[in-house]
């Protein structure tokens, strides 16, 4: 069984998943628009959340999240199921591709033979879709790779009930009830507000562009409070989360402004293409912080005060975001 599921590969995973299981619905949205509608773009740096001892640095809310808003503001719903028995996830997997559904998943990196060896790591939140089954192997579209790939059944079963932390527990989700004309306008309001909102009003210090700030400050005293090779490992940890592990800094900057120039044409709003080219001057900001940061921990920056100079391109990125927030809050509903 195969369904004639179209593959397009993506830059990131959740999304790229969202924008595909649509277009097959008969829903064409870009990438940048499930991102935008979802309301994507986020921060968090939380030094009391520790992986590994180190604090949580993340660039995107939740897994899920931007497909479960992108979903609700368009009008369809997305059902989710997990499972205690791999047998029974396999066999649920079976049941919904019968019924010709392509169904999204939430798996483990480390164990996907298709993967290139350097791309495995342990991360047990990235998306894909399967979409049929076939001498049992099971059809694979994989945002990231850029053709189909397949998994035999031991396989795909591993990747779905990997261990470790956020264990996917053999996570599966479909679209249901898909709405014939969805309003593109309201949904790209809802989604720019709910950004600006999330980036400019959480009152705990930690989030949004207080929360850049309030990682500036802490970059800053690295040294001084945690010494060379401790503060080295903080600082390689937040430019990870940012270019590595699919949280998305500088990367999701871009998309956002991808995003934001669609908007622009569909709200007609010419401003809109302004507030894009800031927002990917702040992308190129990160990607200088991401590579300033990077010559620190390889111990090869040549730069006196470095980890104050990376702190002070966090401040200047803070003070734009900020306004880029603040002048997207003022688009009407």
């Known amino acids: 069984m195969a369904i004639d599921f179209k593959h397009e590969q993506s830059a990131h995973c959740e999304n790229g998943v969202a924008s595909n299981l649509l277009h097959f619905y008969g829903i064409k949205l870009s990438e940048p628009m499930i991102f935008g509608i979802g309301s994507g773009l986020f921060f968090s740096h939380m ?9 949580v640095t993340s660039f995107r809310p939740l897994p899920g999240v931007i497909f479960r808003r992108a979903a609700r503001r368009l009008g369809f719903s997305v059902k989710r199921k997990k499972f205690r028995s791999p047998d029974k996830g396999m066999a649920a997997l079976d049941g919904l591709l019968q019924k010709d559904i392509p169904v999204g998943m939430l798996v483990g990196v480390y164990h996907l033979s298709y993967f290139p060896a350097p791309y495995r790591f342990h991360f047990n939140a990235h998306n894909l879709v399967v979409f049929g089954k ?3 192997n099971y059809k694979i579209s994989d945002p990231v790779m850029d053709d189909y790939a397949s998994l035999t059944e031991a396989e795909l079963k591993k990747v779905r009930f990997a261990k470790g932390l956020f264990a996917p527990k053999g996570h599966m989700y479909w679209a249901d009830k898909i709405p014939t004309n969805p309003d593109f306008k309201k949904a790209i309001i809802k ?5 600006a909102k999330d ?13 850049i700030r309030f990682m500036a400050k802490k970059v800053r005293n690295y040294p001084t409070k945690l010494g060379k090779r401790k503060a080295s490992q903080f600082l390689g940890q937040i430019v990870r989360a940012q270019e590595e592990i699919g949280t998305g800094g500088a990367g999701f900057r871009f998309m956002y402004a991808a ?3 669609e908007a622009a044409e569909i709200l007609e709003l010419d401003w809109l293409n302004d507030t894009a080219e800031e927002m990917t001057q702040i992308g190129d900001l990160w ?11 390889k111990d090869r920056s040549q730069v006196e005060d470095a980890y104050n100079q990376a702190a002070d391109i966090l401040l200047v990125i803070a003070d734009r975001e ?3 927030y603040k002048d997207l809050k003022k688009i009407k509903k």
Do not use: C, D, W, Y
């Open 259 to 261: 995003f934001l120039q």
């Open 199 to 211: 980036m400019l009003g959480i009152p705990v210090p930690m989030f949004g562009v207080k929360g």
């Open 287 to 297: 990607r200088s912080f991401a590579v300033a940061t990077a010559r620190i921990v």
């Open 47 to 55: 030094p009391f959340v520790k992986v590994n001892n180190i604090p």
């Open 322 to 324: 900020e306004q880029v």
């Open 191 to 195: 989604g720019i507000h709910h950004t």
């Open 134 to 136: 076939e001498n049992g």
